[in-house]
């Protein structure tokens, strides 16, 4: 299973990105997804997620509530991650994470990471 990441890159404060997360291989479902990022000197934390359970029922860090927007499309195994209103606190390097089941085992995965840079 290999997780890819894209669509990340520098922009203005107040602009906004797109990130991407595609899952490969012999995958037999996907659930929950999530977005993580990592600041120069500061621990991974969590700042999104998405739980497909009929519905798709999403959580976020209170730092980007009401600016990034969680999605996903089960067909594509993707996920996206919306960013509007970026600030230089939103630099970092963004990584998706997700729960996988193979035909053989059950575990989390993670992409390589995107670099998301906002100047002031």
């Known amino acids: 299973v290999q997780l890819v990441e894209s669509g990340g890159g520098l922009v203005q404060t107040g602009g906004s990105l797109r990130l991407s997360c595609t899952a490969s291989?012999?995958?037999?479902?996907?659930?929950?997804m999530g977005w993580y990022r990592q600041a120069p000197g500061k621990q991974r934390e969590l700042v999104a997620t998405i739980t497909g359970t009929g519905f798709d029922y999403t959580t976020y860090a209170d730092s980007v509530k009401g600016r990034f927007t969680i999605s996903r499309d089960t067909a594509k195994n993707t996920e996206y991650l919306q960013m509007d209103s970026l600030t230089p606190e939103d630099t970092g390097v963004y990584y998706c994470?997700?729960?996988?089941?193979?035909?053989?085992?059950?575990?989390?995965?993670w992409g390589q990471g995107t670099q998301v840079t906002v100047s002031s």
């Open positions: 291989g012999n995958i037999r479902s996907i659930n929950p």
């Open positions: 994470w997700a729960w996988v089941s193979t035909t053989q085992s059950h575990g989390n995965y």
